[in-house]
C-alpha cells in the first residue's frame, strides 16, 4: 500500500482547523526593531554576565538553568558559563559586570579567581544548586530572585 501525497491546506482551511481546535493563531503586529550598534554590548568593558556552575550537572539540571537564562533575555541567555572544580575554576574567568553562582563552594572558588576590584565592581548573585533547584520550590523562587537581581544590575549598568 502506499501512502496518499500530503497535501498542503491553504491559509482558509488552517483558519477553520484552528478555530475548530480553539487555538487562537498570535501574528506579529509590527515589524522587530533594528538594534543600534550601540545596543550592542562593548567587549572592551567585559562580558555583561558570567554563570558559574558547579561539576557534573546532569542535562535536565543544564536545560532548566539554560531555560530560565533564556526567559531572562538576551544578556543572560549569551551568559559566559564556567564550571568550578575542586575549589578551582575550570577556565579563566572574564571580568563581567554581574555573576550568577549555583552553589557556596563556587561562590568561594569565584572569590579566590577575581581580584578584588572586579569583585567590588562587579554585582555577584548566589543561587542554590542545580540539583536543589530541580526538586524543591523555594529554590526555584530562590533563582527567579536572582535572576530578576542579575537583570537589574545589568538594566542599572547599561543605562
Given at each position: 500500500?502506499?501512502?496518499?501525497?500530503?497535501?498542503?491546506?491553504?491559509?482558509?482551511?488552517?483558519?477553520?482547523v484552528?478555530?475548530?481546535?480553539?487555538?487562537?493563531?498570535?501574528?506579529?503586529?509590527?515589524?522587530?526593531?533594528?538594534?543600534?550598534?550601540?545596543?550592542?554590548?562593548?567587549?572592551?568593558?567585559?562580558?555583561?554576565?558570567?554563570?558559574?556552575?558547579?561539576?557534573?550537572?546532569?542535562?535536565r539540571?543544564?536545560?532548566?538553568?539554560?531555560?530560565?537564562?533564556?526567559?531572562?533575555?538576551?544578556?543572560?541567555?549569551?551568559?559566559?558559563?564556567?564550571?568550578?572544580?575542586?575549589?578551582?575554576?575550570?577556565?579563566?574567568?572574564?571580568?563581567?559586570?554581574?555573576?550568577?553562582?549555583?552553589?557556596?563552594?563556587?561562590?568561594?572558588?569565584?572569590?579566590?579567581?577575581?581580584?578584588?576590584?572586579?569583585?567590588?565592581?562587579?554585582?555577584?548573585?548566589?543561587?542554590?544548586?542545580?540539583?536543589?533547584?530541580?526538586?524543591?520550590?523555594?529554590?526555584?523562587?530562590?533563582?527567579?530572585?536572582?535572576?530578576?537581581?542579575?537583570?537589574?544590575a545589568?538594566?542599572?549598568?547599561?543605562?
Amino acid at each position: 500500500m502506499s501512502a496518499p501525497a500530503r497535501q498542503h491546506a491553504d491559509a482558509g482551511h488552517r483558519a477553520r482547523v484552528l478555530r475548530a481546535l480553539g487555538v487562537t493563531p498570535w501574528q506579529l503586529r509590527v515589524a522587530a526593531p533594528e538594534y543600534a550598534a550601540s545596543a550592542a554590548p562593548d567587549m572592551a568593558a567585559g562580558v555583561a554576565c558570567v554563570v558559574v556552575l558547579p561539576p557534573g550537572c546532569s542535562a535536565r539540571e543544564l536545560d532548566l538553568i539554560g531555560r530560565a537564562l533564556n526567559a531572562c533575555g538576551a544578556a543572560l541567555a549569551r551568559a559566559a558559563r564556567v564550571t568550578a572544580s575542586d575549589g578551582q575554576l575550570a577556565a579563566g574567568v572574564p571580568e563581567a559586570q554581574a555573576y550568577l553562582v549555583f552553589g557556596e563552594a563556587q561562590a568561594h572558588a569565584l572569590g579566590r579567581a577575581l581580584p578584588a576590584a572586579v569583585m567590588h565592581q562587579a554585582q555577584i548573585v548566589l543561587a542554590d544548586e542545580p540539583a536543589l533547584v530541580l526538586g524543591s520550590a523555594g529554590a526555584k523562587r530562590r533563582l527567579w530572585n536572582a535572576l530578576r537581581s542579575v537583570r537589574r544590575a545589568l538594566a542599572a549598568a547599561a543605562g
